[in-house]
């Protein structure tokens, strides 16, 4: 099992709302299609945004927020009662109050290193919960295009926040390093949750998941990380979580 830590980054590259993204690193991210990056917020600056996440995982808002809140890993309409994981999709939209937050300051600097030939900015924000000892609470193999529409630049940059420990054994990112140049998309198609239609095929309304079949050749890489550091992907990835 390979695992990638970047034990070289840490919190002495931080500067105010800056931190530092070494050439390397930005190469790395290009020609691989992922990097990490340790200590990118202090642990008084989790603290702000431990409310945020606990109000959100808990269900406050998921009355107003219908199928923006949800478990990714099972069918639109399960109980949240019965949910393995939580999503709660587009924080900032139901509570303005959260927009422009210190990971977000955080991520634009980092974004502009990494993206340098025009100007990123914030498409899509979600808080992710797996909870303790469920089965399944796993995304699936997939590659982020595979869900959005495509645009003359597709180019996007995903930042994870650990909000706790992350690593193998309570469901880390995982993915396939240097998928991102292989020149088509893999095929997607809808997770089965047992309700194919008539003609074998899976009802999309029913099913929000994507999921892509692995190669016997595909290598997988594992990043652990710290609360309080991040990992980056690009849009073309075959990433997951288990």
């Known amino acids: 099992m390979e695992k990638n830590y970047n034990p070289k980054s840490g919190k002495h590259r931080r500067n105010g709302l800056h931190y530092q993204v070494e050439s390397s690193e930005i190469k790395q991210f290009h020609d691989l299609g992922y990097l990490i990056l340790n200590d990118v917020l202090t642990e008084e600056e989790m603290q702000t945004l431990d409310p945020w996440f606990e109000h959100f995982i808990m269900g406050n808002e998921k009355e107003k927020m219908a199928k923006d809140f949800c478990d990714m890993s099972q069918p639109y309409g399960t109980p949240f009662e ?23 300051k955080i991520s634009q600097n980092i974004a502009n290193q990494l993206y340098q030939n025009g100007k990123a900015a914030i498409d899509y924000e979600q808080f992710l919960a797996k909870k303790p000892s469920k089965e399944k609470a796993e995304f699936a193999m997939h590659q982020d295009l595979g869900y959005w529409p495509k645009t003359k630049n597709t180019w996007t940059a995903t930042f994870s926040l650990a909000m706790n420990d992350a690593d193998v054994l309570n ?10 140049i292989e020149p088509e998309l893999r095929t997607h ?9 008539e003609d074998g095929s899976v009802n999309r309304e029913e099913s929000h998941t994507l999921i892509i079949d692995v190669q016997p050749d595909d290598k997988i890489m594992y990043l652990p990380v710290k609360r309080g550091s991040i990992t980056i992907h690009d849009e073309r990835i075959v990433h997951g979580s288990g």
Request: glycine fraction near 4%.
């Open 189 to 197: 198609k809808p997770k089965d949750y047992s309700n194919q239609m």
């Open 171 to 180: 469901g880390c990112l995982y993915l396939i390093p240097g998928s991102n």
């Open 82 to 104: 019965e949910f393995r994981l939580v999503n709660a999709m587009l924080p900032s939209l139901y509570r303005e109050e959260f927009a422009n937050n210190i990971l977000q």
